[in-house]
Structures are given as C-alpha cells and as structure tokens.
Nanobody, 117 residues
Framework: QVQLVESGGGLVQPGGSLRLSCAAS????????MAWYRQAPGKERELVGI??????TNYLDYVKGRFTISSNAKNMIYLQMNSLKPEDTAVYYC????????????WGHGTQVTVSS
C-alpha cells in the first residue's frame, strides 16, 4: 500500500507563508486525485483543496487566492499557503483517493501548522 508523509509544518506569524509537502511512496499521478485536508482543534476535518490526476485544482472558498496546490506530476504534492491567518491553525493532512487496496483512500499522519504572533 502507498504511504504518504507530510512535512513543512511549523509556527508562523499572521500574514506569513508556509509550504507543505506530501510525499507518496509510489507514483500516484496520473492514477489518482490527491487532496489536502485540515483539522482544527475541536472541529471536524475539512477539505482544503484537491488536485486531480490530470493536474486540475479546486479549493475551499475560504482559502481561494491564498493557498495553491501543485505537484511534481509523479509522487509529490505541495500546498503553498500565503497570507496565513490564525484561523488556518490546524493539522494538515494529505490524502490519496485511490492509493489503497481496492482503490481505497490513503491518508498521511498530518503536519501541524500554527499561525500565531
């Protein structure tokens, strides 16, 4: 089964930027859509954005214009986060839609992003 490992999280001041990475242990493009999710304390996990196997992207309205998803078209996706707000504080997860057995989804373990002054 493909494994996903996120990295790049940390502490950043409001208005700052971070770039998250998600590395898959095997090639995922163009076979599967990939996505970034986040979960803030006390809240449900929510979709931040997706990148399809063909490279198209779509985003949660709240992050449009601030976050950008990209890939290396092989086994990596990235989440460039600009103009960060305290409300963006969460654990960010990477998901591969069809990387598991029987084309099931696979999740990474997450990386913490904290936006605070």
């Amino acid at each position: 089964q493909v494994q996903l490992v996120e990295s790049g999280g940390g502490l950043v001041q409001p208005g700052g930027s971070l770039r998250l990475s998600c590395a898959a242990s095997a090639r995922t493009f163009p076979f599967s859509d990939m996505a970034w999710y986040r979960q803030a304390p006390g809240k449900e996990r929510e979709l931040v954005g997706i990148i399809t196997g063909g490279g198209r992207t779509n985003y949660l309205d709240y992050v449009k214009g601030r976050f950008t998803i990209s890939s290396n078209a092989k086994n990596m996706i990235y989440l460039q986060m600009n103009s960060l707000k305290p409300e963006d504080t969460a654990v960010y997860y990477c998901k591969c839609a069809k990387c598991g057995a029987g084309y099931s989804e696979v999740w990474g373990h997450g990386t913490q992003v904290t936006v605070s002054s």
